[in-house]
């Protein structure tokens, strides 16, 4: 089964009651919330994503909802759960759905340390994934929005999650955040693209999360061997540059983009030595993305299995 194979009231009652599982990837969730505004979004922006069969275990425990005791009747705020703790502040309840995607976000960069975790998007094709490892602002959701939309799969928006026994890149295709201008970037390149609300003066600025094709949902359990670093960079009206890069410089840049690095020690040390060694690295620069996306479809294409 599906989300979208639940009525309306069915995904309501099971927010409000023991909590609706969803599986993202490697990962079975259980979310709660007494909020409508969350349920409503929740149907409509999880709908293609598979329920978790008859026990099956349970990775975290998460829920929005509203503060306990008297604070719920004095503001309309949303608070994020797992385990029934509160690790952040209380949030506007128009930001329900936003801090939820966060919170899940928060849950696996700090307890998901059987895999070395990059702070990268990713895509596939062909069984071979690029990694695009990325701080923010340097547009790694935009392009990785972009390659999904132009028929490449999406392993991860946000983390390279790489199985140590054989390096193997995992795919979790979750909603794509996408912020302040590149809202409307995607709207416009694809117009097509299954684009949520947009979510206005958030801790973020605004934000509006993309749906994965369904294609890359479906395909959640597939793996995919790791072929290309490429470090992307937006710059306004810049030309497309797409250069060979050092693995030493490449080597530094992903391990400091690791989100445990420093917990899996000697064993991220040799994963990334690894990965590396057997990847391509590039460094791209960019300002359009017609140019990109076919830079990156050249690359793909010319370059041996």
């Not at 299954?194 to 605004?206: Q, V």
């Not at 990965?275 to 791209?284: I, K, P, Q, R, T």
Request: proline content about 8%; some cysteine.
């Amino acid at each position: 089964m599906i989300v979208g194979d639940l009525s309306r009231r069915e995904l309501g009652t099971r927010l409000a009651g023991t909590g609706l599982g969803l599986r993202f990837g490697p990962f079975n969730l259980s979310i709660r919330s007494d909020l409508k505004s969350f349920a409503s979004l929740a149907h409509s922006l999880y709908a293609p994503y598979p329920l978790p069969e008859a026990g099956e275990m349970t990775d975290f425990h998460v829920g929005i909802r509203r503060p306990r005791g008297m604070r719920r009747w004095l503001r309309r705020q949303a608070c994020f759960t797992i385990d029934g703790q509160f690790p952040f502040a209380p949030y506007t309840v128009e930001h329900a759905f936003p801090a939820l995607e966060w919170g899940i976000n928060w849950c696996v960069a700090t307890r998901a340390h059987h895999l070395l975790m990059l702070h990268s998007a990713g895509v596939e094709r062909n069984g071979r994934a690029i990694l695009f490892p990325a701080s923010p602002g340097d547009g790694k959701s935009t392009l990785c929005t972009a390659l999904i939309h132009s028929g490449w799969r999406l392993m991860s928006d946000e983390f390279g999650l790489v199985r140590p026994e054989d390096a193997m890149l995992l795919p979790l295709p979750r909603l794509i955040p996408l912020k302040n201008e590149s809202i409307d970037v995607i709207r416009r390149f694809r117009p097509e693209a299954i684009i949520g609300p947009a979510f206005l003066e958030t801790r973020k600025g605004t934000v509006a999360h993309v749906r994965p094709p369904l294609e890359s949902i479906r395909r959640m359990h597939e793996p995919a061997r790791p072929r290309w670093f490429v470090f992307p960079r937006w710059i306004a009206n810049a030309p497309l540059t797409l250069e060979p890069m050092a693995k030493s410089q490449a080597f530094l840049m992903v391990a400091t983009n690791a989100f445990n690095y420093e917990v899996l020690d000697g064993t991220a040390f040799r994963l990334v030595a690894d990965l590396v060694g057997s990847c391509d690295c590039y460094s791209l620069s960019y300002s359009d993305l017609d140019e990109a996306v076919a830079a990156l479809d050249e690359l793909s294409l010319a370059t041996d299995v």
